[in-house]
């Protein structure tokens, strides 16, 4: 049971950072750059930090 909260959290994660790369291309296609850009860096950070806690939660 330990492990499964890190494990569903990081998947949540990293699946829902999907979302926001799929937003990222609509802005692009609205030509809306810097959101884009601010959308962009997000999803990178969401998709680290699921990485990391499926790292932490599979290495145990």
Same mark, same amino acid.
């Given at each position: 049971? &330990? %492990?499964?909260?890190?494990? #569903?959290?990081?998947?949540?994660? =990293?699946?829902?950072?999907?979302?926001?790369?799929?937003?990222?291309?609509?802005?692009?296609? &609205? %030509?809306?750059?810097?959101? #884009?850009?601010?959308?962009?860096? =997000?999803?990178?950070?969401?998709?680290?930090?699921?990485?990391?806690?499926?790292?932490?939660?599979?290495?145990?």
């Amino acid at each position: 049971m &330990r %492990r499964v909260l890190p494990e #569903a959290l990081g998947t949540v994660l =990293v699946l829902g950072s999907l979302g926001l790369f799929y937003q990222c291309v609509v802005y692009l296609q &609205r %030509r809306d750059y810097v959101a #884009a850009i601010l959308i962009m860096f =997000v999803g990178f950070a969401v998709v680290r930090s699921g990485v990391e806690l499926l790292r932490s939660s599979l290495a145990e």
